[in-house]
C-alpha cells in the first residue's frame, strides 16, 4: 500500500460515514415502501424470481429519492472537507478557501467558489440525468 494512502483512511472514513447511514436508511426506507406496491405483487405472481423483482423492479424505482439524497449529500460534502481538512491538516480547496478568506486573497476567494458552484452545478445536473437513465419513463421536456 501507498505511504499516502494510510493517511487518507481516517480522513475518508471521518467525511463518509455519516452520509453513508443517511444514503442507507435512505435507501432501506424506500425499498420498503416500494415492495408493498401492487406492481411488484403483480411482478411476483408471474412467477418471477425474487432476485429480479427486487433489482429489476423495485430498487429502479427505489433509487429515484435515493439519487436525490446522495446529489445533497455530495453537495455537503463538500462543505464538510473544510473542517476535515482542518483537523487532518489537509491541504485542499476548502483550507485554500479559508485561508485566503483570512488573508483577503479575493482572487483565489473568487475562483475557489466559481470552482465549488460549478462542481455543486454539475452535480445536480448529473442527478437529473441519472434520472433518465434509471426511470426511462421521466422525460425532461
Known amino acids: 500500500m501507498a505511504p499516502w494512502l494510510r493517511h487518507l483512511i481516517l480522513p475518508a472514513f471521518t467525511t463518509g460515514i455519516a452520509f453513508a447511514a443517511i444514503i442507507t436508511r435512505m435507501t432501506r426506507s424506500t425499498m420498503l415502501e416500494v415492495l408493498n406496491e401492487t406492481y411488484i405483487s403483480t411482478a411476483r405472481s408471474k412467477g418471477l424470481l425474487e432476485r429480479a423483482v427486487v433489482l429489476k423492479h423495485a430498487l429502479r424505482n427505489a433509487l429515484i429519492p435515493v439519487i ?47 470552482l465549488v458552484s460549478g462542481i455543486f452545478v454539475g452535480m445536480n445536473l448529473v442527478v437529473d440525468l441519472l434520472y433518465t437513465y434509471i426511470n426511462p419513463k421521466i422525460r425532461f421536456e
Open 68 to 114: 436525490t439524497v446522495i446529489g445533497i449529500a455530495f453537495s455537503l460534502l463538500l462543505v464538510g472537507t473544510v473542517v476535515v481538512e482542518d483537523v487532518f491538516a489537509i491541504q485542499g480547496l476548502g483550507r485554500t478557501l479559508v485561508r485566503s478568506i483570512i488573508n483577503r486573497d479575493f482572487p483565489v476567494v473568487q475562483g475557489a467558489i466559481l
